[in-house]
């Protein structure tokens, strides 16, 4: 089995709030241990970002007027105002979405050290 570390950005996700609400009340029941609670999510870090690497083929630009940006432990975090984001799929019509304020936070794909 692979003994790589993955980041637990997609933990705050949608699913990944879901996945940790349901494994809190598991262990909270009685039902799981602790230590299959982390387990578990250890293995959805490494399946979301495998599959999201695997499986999404759009493209993404965005634009907008950037508020404030950091760099501390090798990721970059940046505070967007006034974004607009265009999604283009292979040679199909794309889309946009706007917003008032999004945060992107941004990792190296490897881990520091990782060839």
Known sequence: MNNQTYYE???RSSIGTALTDALDDLISEGRIAPQLAMKILSNFDRGITE????K??????????LD???FCDEVWTFLIKDVTFKFQQGQGQGSSVSADKVKIVS???KKPGEQ
């Open 9 to 11: 950005l997609y933990r």
């Open 51 to 54: 599959i999201l690497a695997e």
């Open 56 to 65: 999404v083929k759009a493209n993404l630009t965005f634009k907008g007027h």
């Open 68 to 70: 404030t940006y950091r």
């Open 107 to 109: 990792c190296n794909s």
